[in-house]
């Protein structure tokens, strides 16, 4: 059973970069079925994909986050990570990380992090 | 890529059974079978309920049906129980290894 874990600040000052690690334990992050992924919670707000990565290091992003969101993983500790840059008080959120099963006939959000709230304000 | 709409709010009374719906656009929900749904307990990591349209995962119950037509996806959910009380969100492929998600949906056990 995989189980994913963020770390990282809590709070981030505007225009600086919001960084966060996932560690990913129960199996293997160098898989070929699961790409790793980050999403995020505003306060009483609906999900928003950010982005995922594959373990080889290939990345796709949400377009509206792209110019801001970088997304790395190192296979070694078993950790992938997220930095977003700029950011705004917009950029209040629980952050997840996730593992995103996307084999043909199921792409699905299968495993989950406990969340990381995250708040920009000075 | 615009968000999914899914209506605030639904309830209904133990028993019953409630539709919550999911309308998206041609370049998402009526392309791909790549709809899924999450329900997500205040507090709590989401955790998926359907995938693929209409396939259940390992140990949610059957009470839990999805659908599409067209544009739109369907989450059923049918003999409501309590325990059901949670916000509902919507998922779907996009293409290119995006996805888009929809607003989120209150569901309320009267």
């Known amino acids: 059973q995989l189980q994913l874990q963020e770390s990282g600040p809590g709070l981030v000052k505007p225009s600086e970069t919001l960084s966060l690690t996932c560690t990913v334990s129960g199996g293997s992050i160098s898989t070929d079925s699961f790409y790793w992924g980050w999403i995020r919670q505003p306060p009483g707000k609906g999900l928003e994909y950010i982005g995922i990565i594959y373990y080889s290091g290939i990345t796709y992003y949400n377009p509206s986050l792209k110019s801001r969101a970088t997304i790395s993983v190192d296979t070694s500790k078993k950790q992938f990570s997220l930095k977003l840059s700029s950011v705004t008080a917009a950029d209040t959120a629980v952050y997840y990380c996730a593992a995103h099963f996307l084999v043909a006939g199921y792409f699905s959000i299968d495993y989950w992090g406990q969340g990381s709230l995250v708040t920009v304000s000075s | 890529q615009s968000a999914l709409t899914q209506p605030r709010s639904v309830s209904g009374s133990p028993g019953q059974s409630v539709t919550i719906s999911c309308t998206g656009t041609?370049?998402?929900?009526?392309?791909?079978?790549?709809v899924s749904w999450y329900q997500q307990h205040p507090g709590k990591a989401p955790k998926v309920m359907i995938y693929?349209?209409?396939k259940r995962p390992s140990g949610v119950p059957d009470r839990f049906s999805g659908s599409k037509s067209g544009n739109t996806a369907s989450l059923t959910i049918s003999g409501l129980q309590a325990e059901d009380e949670a916000d509902y969100f919507c998922c779907s492929y996009a293409g290119f290894y995006i996805f888009v998600f929809g607003g989120g949906t209150k569901l309320t056990v009267l």
């Open positions: 041609r370049s998402d929900v009526g392309t791909y079978d790549y």
């Open positions: 693929a349209v209409n």
